[in-house]
Nanobody, 121 residues
């Protein structure tokens, strides 16, 4: 089975920075896309940033220019560098990957448990 473990969340003042990490472990053949989503209370879960196996990236307009997504394929890890954080960024951030668990399997999506990011004004 596959597990995704996020780390790096916490409480930060407006204008501060955090770096989130998500490591995929378990039975993995190859990883396709990796990315981050977030969900604030009362809101729908939204895409924050995604990076493909070719390291093409896509960002939500609200974070463009402030957040940077990257990946380390050797470590099966995706990162989210978050700069100039604002109270509006407060949410639970979820790691997502699309991967092949083993040869012959269908590619599937996997989710982490989420990590809380709270930005105070």
């Amino acid at each position: 089975q596959v597990q995704l473990v996020e780390s790096g969340g916490g409480l930060v003042q407006a204008g501060g920075s955090l770096r989130l990490s998500c490591e995929a472990s378990g039975t993995i053949f190859t990883i396709n896309t990796m990315g981050w989503y977030r969900q604030a209370p009362g809101n729908k879960r939204e895409l924050v940033a995604v990076i493909t196996s070719g390291r093409s990236t896509n960002y939500a307009d609200s974070v463009k220019g402030r957040f940077t997504v990257s990946r380390d394929n050797a470590k099966n890890t995706v990162y989210l560098q978050m700069n100039n954080l604002q109270p509006e960024d407060t949410a639970v951030y979820y790691c997502n990957t699309n991967l092949w668990p083993y040869l012959g399997a269908e590619p599937s999506d996997y989710w982490g448990q989420g990590t809380q990011v709270t930005v105070s004004s």
